[in-house]
C-alpha cells in the first residue's frame, strides 16, 4: 500500500457532503473530496449527532467566557454543554484508533470551529474568540496533530503548510512505531531542508536535540516531536525557500558548470521576486539531484514533500 492511500484524514463530516447539519444540509467541499479524496482516507466525524441532537434540529451556540464556553439551544435555550462535551470525548477516544495524521474541521461551528468561533455575551453581542466544544477536545488529545479549517485552504500557502506537515506527521508517526536513535536521526537529517524553509530556528534546536543522543540513553522523541511540528506550522516564505535552496546548491557546486548555476540563480531571484512559482527551482535543482545523485540531497523531502498531483508549489 502507497503512503498516501494508507494515510487517515479527521474530516467534519458536513464538508463531505453528507447532510448532518442542523438544517439537514452539507457544506459540501469539492476541494476535500475532489482533490484529496484519492490520496486520504477520511474518517468523517459529526459531533453534534454523536451527541443525539438528531437531523435536523435545532441549531445551537456559545455563550459565555470564551475560554469555558456553554453550549445553548438557540430557540428552547437549552443547556447542551455536558452532552457535546461527552460526545466530544467519546469521538476523541475513538478517533485514538484511527491513526489519524491530520484533521479539516468546518469553521465557525460552535462544535467544530477551530478559531474565531462567535461566544454569545450576556448582552446578546457576540466576540469571535471561541473554539468549537469537539475541536477543543480534538486539539488537547492530539496536541501534534496537524488541524486546520476548510475556509483557510482556500488559502495558497496555508494549504501548502497544512498538507506538508500532514504529510511529516505521518512519517513522524511511521517513526515512533519503531524508534531507534539511527532513525531519529535519519528523520531529522531527510527534513532538515523541510524545516529550515520554514524555521532555520527550529533546524537548529531540532539539530541540538539529536545531537543530544546519548549512547544507551532515553531517545527525546517527546521534544524532538514538539519542537519539529511547532516549528513546521510556520509559514515557509520565499526568502526561506530560497535559503534552503542555495544551501542545497552548495552540495551541487562541483557538480554545476559556471552557466547552469547563473540560471538557477535566475530563477532563485525570479522566484524570490514572486515572479515563478517555487515548482520551477525546484524542479531544476531535482534534475541536477537526479543527474549527479549527491548522497546528502537524494533523500531530502524537500525535493518531494507531497504528491504532484496535488500542485502545492505551482503558486507565484
Ligand atoms: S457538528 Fe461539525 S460536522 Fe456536524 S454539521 Fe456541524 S460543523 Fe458539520
Redesign the pocket.
Known amino acids: 500500500m502507497s503512503q498516501e492511500s494508507s494515510m487517515a484524514l479527521g474530516v ?3 464538508l463531505l457532503g453528507h447532510e ?2 442542523y438544517d439537514g444540509g452539507h ?1 459540501h467541499s469539492s476541494y476535500i473530496t475532489g482533490v484529496l479524496g484519492p490520496l486520504f482516507r477520511f474518517v468523517p ?5 454523536e451527541a443525539g441532537f438528531g437531523i435536523p434540529r435545532e441549531p445551537i451556540r456559545l455563550e459565555g467566557e470564551p475560554e469555558r464556553p456553554r453550549v445553548i439551544s438557540q430557540k428552547t435555550r437549552r443547556e447542551l454543554t455536558l452532552p457535546l462535551q461527552e460526545a466530544a470525548g467519546r469521538l476523541v477516544g475513538a478517533l485514538a484508533d484511527e491513526r489519524l495524521c491530520g484533521f479539516i474541521l ?1 469553521r465557525d ?1 460552535p ?2 470551529g477551530l478559531e474565531r468561533v462567535r461566544v454569545y455575551k450576556e448582552n446578546g453581542m457576540p466576540v469571535q474568540q471561541g473554539v468549537g466544544i469537539f475541536a477543543h477536545a480534538l486539539g488537547a488529545a492530539f496536541p501534534l496533530l496537524p488541524i486546520e479549517e476548510e475556509g483557510r485552504l482556500n488559502d495558497a500557502a496555508l494549504r501548502e503548510n497544512f498538507i506538508e506537515r500532514v504529510f511529516v506527521y505521518q512519517r513522524w508517526r511511521e517513526l515512533l512505531e519503531n524508534p531507534s536513535a539511527q532513525a531519529l536521526v535519519a528523520f531529522h537529517t531527510r527534513h532538515k531542508f523541510l524545516i529550515m524553509a520554514h524555521s532555520p530556528t527550529h533546524m537548529r534546536q531540532l539539530g541540538g536535540v539529536t545531537g543530544g543522543i546519548k549512547k544507551g540513553g532515553e531517545l527525546p522523541l517527546d521534544a524532538y516531536g514538539a519542537l519539529l511540528m511547532e516549528g513546521l506550522k510556520r509559514l515557509a516564505t520565499p526568502k526561506k525557500n530560497v535559503d534552503a535552496l542555495m544551501h542545497m546548491m552548495g552540495f551541487l557546486k562541483a557538480h554545476l558548470s559556471a552557466d547552469e548555476k547563473a540560471e538557477m540563480l535566475e530563477l532563485l531571484d525570479a522566484y524570490r521576486a514572486e515572479r515563478i512559482p517555487l515548482i520551477v527551482p525546484i524542479t531544476l535543482l531535482n534534475h541536477y539531484v537526479r543527474k549527479f545523485a549527491p548522497p546528502y540531497l537524494s533523500g531530502q523531502w524537500y525535493l518531494h514533500p507531497h504528491p504532484l498531483e496535488l500542485k502545492l508549489r505551482n503558486h507565484a
Do not use: A, I, T
Not at 466525524?45 to 449527532?49: D, K, L, M, N, T
Open positions: 467534519s463530516q458536513c448532518v447539519r457544506k466525524v459529526c459531533p453534534e449527532v468546518k461551528s462544535s467544530c
